[in-house]
């Protein structure tokens, strides 16, 4: 979607970086922390950082591509 400069595509960002904080908090609470292989904190480090540069992107371009504080489309 961002190659493709979708308008919803910050908002799809948000949603998959938290959709992969929540799954990998539900299988740490489920079975529990694993460090060998360190893949459990691999995706929870990854998707804070899809997270977090969502946040700033919506910051930056508005939800759904209209300008902040306008409702006028880009």
Do not use: C, D
Not at 13 to 35: D, P
Not at 41 to 58: D, Q, R
Request: aromatic share 10%; charged share 5%.
């Amino acid at each position: 979607m961002a190659w493709l400069r979708h308008p919803f595509a910050p908002v799809a960002a948000f949603i998959v970086g938290m959709a992969l904080l929540i799954w990998v908090a539900v299988e740490i609470a489920i079975i529990g922390y694993s460090n060998e292989p360190p893949l459990q904190a691999i995706y929870l480090t990854l998707g804070a950082a899809i997270t977090v540069g969502a946040i700033g992107w919506v910051r930056k371009v508005g939800l759904a591509g209209l300008h902040p504080g306008t409702a006028q489309p880009i």
